[in-house]
Every structure is written in structure tokens, then in C-alpha cells.
């Protein structure tokens, strides 16, 4: 297994532009979630998602969409890019919420400039 | 208002030594979870505490769930290098009834100096 993976590694964008994160997981997990990383603080949620068609937002959602069509795959869409969104993203699944561990991918480092 | 509060944020120690971090609360917690993040990676999961005065060993690491379960804290004995990292804690939150989100504590930054 694979776990789960995300696209891509690393991104800068300009100011204004727009871009979607990948992520996919081969776990069969029902919860799937975004999370951002900013320097010396903790992750913070933006979207998550308990199930294809179902998704909900998290504590720092505005600036960012989702959706998920299929269990496997939860992109993180970005539009018009600021340079608050500059963080490394993590995409998460885990098979139930509450005690269930969540399972990261490696993130994706992202700069606005 | 960050829910979870970790201490210390940074520690730096030597080779050998012992050091407690703690994750607190003055909200109860149905479980925590202790996460550990390497850089460039994502975090992964240590352990999961569910009852209240719970103590979990795993090798050199000690964790414990307060009697409250509002707080936590993690004792590792005789650091090694290998044991520099992020350390976070993570709770569920309850919302209309059901736990779908974690919330994560700010972290400590561990470095343990050969």
C-alpha cells in the first residue's frame, strides 16, 4: 500500500494565480482531511471530508474548495492565490474520526509571492 | 484560542537524558493522540490514550492520560538522537453531536544532541 500520497512535492505560485492539490489514498478510509502548516504552530483544518459527495469545513477554509467524487482521491483547489497561503499542506485519512489515527501524506510545500 | 496548549514549545537536550512534555486543556477530551513529525514528512501517530489516569509505555516513551482527561504528557527516558522531532498532541472535537475533527496542539520541537 501506498497510503496516502499528494502531489505535488513542491509549488511556488504567483499572486493572483490558482492551482489544485492532489491527494489520494489506497486505504478504503471513509474520513479524508486538509490540513495547513504554518512555522512553530500546529496543523490547522481547512476541509474535510467524511465520505464521497460529503464535505465540510474546517477551522481556516476561505481562499480554498474541495470535493470529493470517489473515495480515493480529495483534491484541495486554491484560487487566486495570497500570500497567507504560503504553508506546506497535508492531506490526511483515517478509516472513522474520534480515536481512529490519522494517516498524513509527505505535504505539499507551497510559496505565493 | 488554541484548545490544546503544548510546553515546552522548543527543548534541547543531550544524548542520555530524560524530558517530560505536557499537552493541557480546560476542555475534557474523550481520547489524545501523540503524533510525531519528522521534518519533511507528515506526522505519524505514537499512541492513543482513552481512559482517564491511562499510562501507555512504548520502549523509551511514557504516556499519560490525566485523571481528568484534560491533559497529557509524554515522558521519554534516555534520548537518543533518533528521537528528535515535532511531537503533537491531538484531541476530537465534538460538534451537533459526533467527533469528526482532531485539534492539534502548536507542537514541541525536541532536539536531543549526540
Known amino acids: 500500500n501506498a497510503g496516502v500520497t499528494q502531489t505535488p512535492k513542491f509549488r511556488i505560485l504567483k499572486i493572483g494565480q490558482s492551482m489544485t492539490l492532489q491527494c489520494t489514498q489506497d486505504?478504503?478510509?471513509?474520513?479524508m482531511y486538509w490540513y495547513r502548516q504554518d512555522p512553530g504552530m500546529g496543523l490547522k483544518l481547512i476541509y474535510y471530508?467524511?465520505?464521497?459527495?460529503?464535505?465540510d469545513k474546517g477551522e481556516v477554509p476561505n481562499g480554498y474548495n474541495v470535493s470529493r467524487s470517489t473515495t480515493e482521491d480529495f483534491p484541495l483547489r486554491l484560487e487566486l492565490a495570497a500570500p497567507s497561503q504560503t504553508s506546506v499542506y497535508f492531506c490526511?485519512?483515517?478509516?472513522?474520526?474520534?480515536?481512529?489515527?490519522?494517516?498524513f501524506g509527505p505535504g505539499t510545500r507551497l510559496t505565493v509571492l | 484560542t488554541q484548545l490544546l496548549e503544548q510546553s515546552p514549545q522548543f527543548l534541547s537536550i543531550q544524548e542520555g537524558e530524560n524530558l517530560t512534555v505536557y499537552c493541557n486543556s480546560s476542555s475534557v477530551f474523550s481520547s489524545l493522540q501523540w503524533y510525531r513529525q519528522e521534518p519533511g514528512e507528515g506526522p505519524v501517530l505514537l499512541v492513543t490514550?482513552?481512559?482517564?489516569?491511562e499510562v501507555k509505555k512504548l520502549k523509551r516513551l511514557t504516556f499519560q492520560f490525566g485523571d481528568a482527561r484534560k491533559d497529557s504528557s509524554l515522558h521519554i527516558t534516555a534520548a537518543q538522537p533518533g528521537d528528535t522531532g515535532l511531537y503533537l498532541c491531538a484531541g476530537p472535537l465534538i460538534s451537533s453531536g459526533s467527533a469528526r475533527q482532531l485539534t492539534f496542539g502548536s507542537g514541541t520541537q525536541l532536539t536531543v544532541l549526540p
Open positions: 490514550v482513552v481512559t482517564g489516569g
Open positions: 471530508s467524511v465520505g464521497a459527495g460529503i464535505t
Open positions: 490526511a485519512s483515517s478509516y472513522l474520526a474520534d480515536r481512529y489515527p490519522q494517516y
Open positions: 486505504m478504503n478510509h471513509n474520513y
